[in-house]
């Protein structure tokens, strides 16, 4: 619910009689759970198409105090998807930007192929419980957060504002451009999935991008011996 109107005969406009129609009050309800925000353009999977509406089993989060990402959480009835993953900041009136649990996501997620990705990510865990950050980033574009493209971290309860590093597997080649990745805080274990429901918590989406390795850096590196496997005999300093 996120309104509600109510009024009652007698009320505060005064007067009485059939000319007294009473007040009508409207309290404003904020909703109690958070969703992510990354494109979902239509049911199932593909690119650009992720899931994250409630009616494609989108990650939801039921709010509880002091366990968010950033500085706080709030709430949406569903999520507000879009393409640039950044619905969750068009708050309303009494909302607040809660998209910020990134310490520098420009920074972090903007990846090299071959380089593997650490991402810091601001907690905080007062629940009482141990919970756990889990991260996935979408190498491949192909609109599905799969289980080798997630890695986790624990976050001790009593933890308040602190910084997390997420550190991923190397980014694998075939893909660059535009891409996502999903974050999700909870003390339940089901957050452990890209998508579907937890407990508590809060779940985060950010656009990431793939680049190719600059002049000068290398793909990939491979240490050899003198003389291993047939290969050339090196004098000291080759």
């Keep these: 619910v996120n309104d509600l109107v109510v009024g009652s005969d007698g009320d505060d406009t ?41 009616s494609d089993g989108g990650p939801v989060h039921q709010i509880v105090s002091g366990l968010f990402m950033g500085v706080r959480v709030d709430g949406e009835s569903d999520a507000i998807q879009n393409a640039r993953a950044n619905g969750d900041d068009q708050f309303t009136s009494g909302g607040a ?18 380089a593997a990705p650490t991402v810091n990510v601001i907690v905080t865990n007062t629940t009482g419980s141990a919970a756990t950050l889990y991260g ?10 799969e ?62 991008t793939v680049t190719k390795p600059g002049h000068g850096t290398a793909a990939s590196t491979l240490k050899i011996a003198s003389g291993l496997n047939g290969g050339p005999t090196l004098a000291d300093n080759d």
């Design 14 to 54: 005064g007067g009485s009689g059939p000319n007294n129609r009473g007040a009508v009050h409207v309290l404003f309800l904020r909703p109690t759970t958070d969703y992510g925000d990354a494109p979902d353009t239509a049911n199932g999977t593909g690119a650009g198409n992720y899931q994250t509406l409630a």
């Design 97 to 114: 930007d809660d998209e910020d649990g990134l310490n520098n996501p420009l920074a972090d997620l903007t990846l090299t192929i071959g």
């Design 147 to 208: 289980s080798s493209e997630r890695t986790s971290v624990s976050v001790a309860d009593d933890s308040k504002g602190v910084i997390k590093t997420l550190t991923f597997p190397a980014v694998p080649a075939g893909f660059t451009g535009q891409t996502y990745a999903r974050f999700r805080l909870s003390t339940d274990s089901a957050a452990a999935n890209p998508t579907g429901s937890a407990s508590d918590g809060e779940v985060e989406d950010y656009v990431a």
């Design 136 to 145: 996935w980033i979408d190498f491949n574009a192909d609109g599905v957060f």
